[in-house]
């Protein structure tokens, strides 16, 4: 909840995300579990900051399989920061050589990614499938 209480500031701040497909098809939870959570991140997407993009399992190209993270933009490059998440905690990186590392590889995956209608209409399908 306090993630979200970030992206409803006023101004609100852009969110991007980028999903792969994988991610929405597994029923954590069971499948009523798995339809509100679709529910939620297909009402989310109707935000004007929000940004919901899918990697499709038909992706050629997929840099980032098995990875996530989650890239925040500061205000300049050098107060960006990535987290990374195991199961033994949180990572922060904060270093240039790293920062450039992932930028690139979050560029790499959203060129993977279908545009926001064509994830929305896959979402979708899937919630459907559900």
């Given at each position: ?21 994988a991610a929405l ?33 038909a992706a050629d ?70």
């Amino acid at each position: 909840m306090p993630r979200q209480a970030v992206i409803d500031r006023v101004p609100p701040l852009p969110y991007d995300v980028v999903i792969h497909e994988a991610a929405l098809r597994i029923k954590v939870g069971g499948a009523a579990v798995a339809g509100a959570q679709l529910a939620h991140i297909l009402r989310a997407s109707d935000r004007e900051n929000v940004t919901v993009r899918v990697i499709p399992f038909a992706a050629d190209d997929f840099a980032g399989a098995g990875h996530s993270m989650l890239l925040v933009r500061g205000p300049v490059p050098q107060l960006d920061t990535v987290q990374l998440d195991a199961a033994h905690g949180s990572t922060f990186l904060d270093a240039e050589p790293q920062l450039k590392r992932y930028r690139a590889r979050l560029d790499r995956v959203g060129r993977s990614a279908l545009d926001s209608e064509k994830s929305r209409k896959l979402i979708h399908r899937i919630a459907a499938d559900i």
